[in-house]
């Protein structure tokens, strides 16, 4: 008992370094990079860490099945990451945009796979996945929280450099404690090395599975609407009128510790991965549509209201449902099908459909170029309120399609053949 609780306090103290690491800039760096004079480079900005998330996570994802502990690979992965996060503030302007955007870009790469590789190390020695995995992810939400309070309420840095210093202190140190995570042997060191492996080609046959197949699917096209939330969302709160904007995000975190400790491992295990899709697909709609309608109050009237700050409070609140009910259920469902020899490679794979190509395919058409012709660097009320309907109709579109195409009613005999399948 006293073993479990050592582990459990060592994966939660990771997972809270992490994300507090993330949370540290990505939320405001579309603000800063506006106020810099670099708004037009946002878009690519945000897609630093989806381009990450395609390159490295199943190659790592591999190298952590066959050549290294995973733990150990975590933390060389984090140092490394936050030495170029502190070089990040050195091009912090219009004039070197570019090399800007090179050093965030290194960044994300070494730190995208340790989003997989924590994965991988929680699941691996927790003794009850889907219900001890979700309270270890509340440290990673804490984490986030206490990022974004610190810096935008506390520092008062949505738009300073400062953010990137803490950021690159953060990774650092969590890299270094990683070292003392327990041992994550290669599942796969004694099997003959093949490119497929690093490609994360053994979990293809899994695709062989309708079901399967259309749980990746839906994750994939879900992300491709998320992105404006992020990369906008700041930027939007500001217009309307919120102080900082960075810190009233944090909402939606506080919210999301409620979610995945108290009604996440209950739900899943009452309703099935399925009805919990349709509440986090459900929910990112639902946050648009507030934020759409705040939007077009303002557009007529211009003036903050107690109405205008509820609307936004809700929209940012649900981001406990919107995200943890797609993500974190995601991680779960997909570690409880696969084999234990391409758990990391498996875990990576879904990183790249949804963090990966999802999310970037999201900040360059939402958050690029429909964000820049709707919106561009001069924002009004009514252009918000029509940018924010635009990821509603394709999230709708993918609702209803995972409602009728996704059939969950025997999940256990179905992922059980599955796995024999594979196997054979």
């Known amino acids: 008992m006293k073993n479990e ?13 992490i994300f507090f ?26 897609s630093s860490t989806p381009l990450a998330a395609i390159v490295t996570p199943c190659f790592m994802g591999a190298f952590a099945d066959r050549f290294m502990n995973a ?16 070089i990040v503030p050195q091009f912090a302007s219009v004039d070197s945009a570019t090399l800007f955007l090179t050093f965030i870009f290194l960044h994300a790469l070494c730190f995208m796979p340790t989003l997989g590789l924590s994965n991988t190390i929680c699941l691996t020695h927790l003794n009850d996945p889907e219900k001890s995995y979700p309270r270890v992810r509340v440290f990673a939400t804490l984490g986030w929280i206490l990022a974004g309070l610190f810096m935008s309420a506390f520092l008062m840095a949505d738009t300073s450099v400062i953010q990137f210093y803490i950021a690159a202190v953060s990774s650092i140190l969590t890299g270094i404690f990683s070292f003392l995570l327990p041992h994550t042997i290669p599942t796969s060191e004694n099997k003959k090395v093949a490119i497929g492996d690093l490609l994360g080609i053994k979990v293809f046959p899994y695709f062989k599975n309708f079901k399967f197949t259309i749980f990746m699917l839906a994750s994939f096209l879900v992300c491709i609407g998320m992105m404006p939330y992020w990369a906008n969302g700041a930027t939007f709160l500001g217009h309307a009128g919120i102080d900082h904007p960075g810190a009233f995000l944090t909402l939606g975190q506080i919210t999301e510790l409620f979610v995945l400790s108290l009604i996440l491992p209950f739900f899943i295990k009452k309703f099935g991965i399925k009805w919990t899709m349709i509440i986090g697909i459900s929910s990112w709609i639902l946050r ?14 211009s003036q903050f209201s107690l109405q205008i700050g509820a609307m936004l409070t809700v929209g940012v609140v649900l981001h406990g449902f919107a995200y943890d009910f797609v993500f974190i259920s995601g991680y779960l469902y997909i570690d409880k099908i696969v084999k234990s020899e391409v758990r990391a490679q498996a875990q990576a794979l879904l990183t790249v ?13 939402f958050s690029g170029i429909i964000y ?16 924010w309907l635009l990821p509603v109709i394709l999230l709708t579109i993918v609702l209803f399609l995972f409602v009728f195409l996704f059939k969950d009613k025997t999940i256990r005999s179905e992922d059980d053949k599955l796995l024999s399948e594979v196997s054979g």
């Not at 690491?21 to 037009?40: C, D, P, Q, R, V």
């Not at 820049?372 to 940018?387: A, E, L, M, W, Y």
């Open 5 to 17: 609780l050592k582990i459990f306090t060592k994966l939660s103290i990771t997972m809270f370094g």
């Open 21 to 46: 690491t993330w949370g540290s800039w990505y939320a405001t760096i579309g603000f800063f990079m506006l106020e810099k004079g670099m708004g037009e480079y946002i878009g690519w900005a945000y």
């Open 71 to 86: 733990e150990k690979l975590q933390a060389l992965l984090l140092v490394v990451g936050g030495v170029f996060m502190a």
């Open 288 to 301: 648009y549509l507030v934020f759409s309608g705040a939007a077009g109050i303002l557009s007529e009237s």
């Open 353 to 365: 459909f949804t963090q990966g190509i999802g999310f970037l395919l999201s900040a360059q058409i």
């Open 372 to 387: 820049n012709q709707v919106v561009g660097s001069s924002p009004t009320h009514q252009n918000f309120q029509t940018f």
